[in-house]
């Protein structure tokens, strides 16, 4: 059986000293499926849902976790809806065809929508995000970024040379989207590049944000995060930083963020799930298994998902 090792970290850290946040307890969950989970959405606490390889999108009732399609083996790699019955999941068919998919779920069934993703042979899709049923985002490389607008998806090319792992955002006038050496931000009009010089040369591939003016960002946990105050991107450094990336990002409040990150081997330790407290970063939970993408219904209940159909469910102590 696949342990976690919590890390028990002692005290108040500078401050809220007031109000300390309860540290989550993580533990497995078997998930329904053995292949690499990618990433993890919901629309409440007992409605999840988490997409990865081998056509794996697996569903969380509030009670188990359970295979939801099996008739195709495309490899899934972000998953958003607006609702229990609009549901979206991004990604491409294989590795030796990269050709995008985009996946539909109406409340019954899942349904590919071809209109947009089977007109290019290239590039992969990401991830997906969106602020309504009718104002949604797929991103990928080579410059991918497509629009739904409720009834048919647009091309949005931004130029070849951004590439997009991960597209977050707070409202439908403040998006963000990041990939190695991309940042780029959307405010209602257009996708206009970063160019602060603190971004050179980052490889990206996480982040998230409470407001326009408190964004996160992160990739090598070695170089730390990058943290976004309206005017510039800093750097955050945690003492604790190891080598990895960060792949998923996932925040409650601008004083409850959590990240997960993976180093691409096996073993003791090479999976990390982080967590902001609103004053600094720091490693709350290690597993033997890569981790991959986090999500959170509220501060008390948080998913994180994994390599070879790995689910942690974080909650409070009892």
């Known amino acids: 059986m696949i342990s976690t090792w919590l890390l028990a970290l002692q005290g108040c850290v500078g401050g809220d000293v007031t109000a300390p946040q309860p540290r989550l307890v993580w533990s497995h969950v078997p998930s329904g499926t053995a ?9 409440s606490a007992t409605d999840v849902w988490a997409v990865g390889s081998n056509g794996s999108i697996v569903h969380y009732d509030g009670t188990r976790w359970a295979r939801s399609l099996d008739s195709v083996s495309y490899f899934f790699r972000g998953v958003w809806g607006s609702g229990p ?23 019954n069934g899942w349904a590919r929508d071809a209109s947009v993703a089977d007109t ?39 130029g070849p040379a951004f590439y997009s792992d991960r597209i977050w955002g707070t409202s439908a006038t403040d998006a963000w989207t990041v990939g190695p050496q991309t940042v780029l931000h959307h405010d209602g009009i257009g996708w206009y590049s970063q160019s602060d010089s603190v971004l050179t040369a980052r490889q990206l591939s996480a982040g998230w944000g409470a407001r326009q003016d408190d964004q996160w960002a992160a990739g090598s946990t070695e170089r730390g995060f990058l943290h976004f105050d309206g005017s510039r991107w800093s750097p955050v450094v945690p003492d604790d930083a190891t080598s990895g990336f960060i792949y998923g990002m996932w925040g409650v409040t601008p004083s409850r963020i959590w990240a997960v990150s993976r180093t691409g ?54």
Do not use: K
Request: charged letters at 10%.
């Open 35 to 43: 292949d690499d989970l990618w990433d993890v959405w919901g629309s």
């Open 85 to 107: 019955t609009d549901i979206w999941a991004v990604g491409f068919r294989s590795f030796n065809n990269t050709t995008p998919v985009i996946f539909h779920y109406d409340g």
């Open 120 to 158: 290019l042979p290239w590039p992969p899709l990401s991830d997906v995000w969106g602020t309504s049923a009718s104002n949604v985002w797929a991103v990928g490389y080579g410059g991918w970024i497509s629009h739904f607008d409720g009834s048919r998806w647009t091309h949005a090319s931004v």
């Open 265 to 318: 081997t096996t073993g003791p330790g090479v999976g990390a799930i982080w967590e902001y407290n609103g004053t600094q970063w720091l490693i709350v939970a290690r597993d033997t298994i890569n981790l991959t993408g986090v999500w959170a219904s509220s501060a008390s209940d948080a998913w994180v998902v994994g390599d070879f159909g790995t689910v942690l469910h974080g909650t409070l102590a009892h």
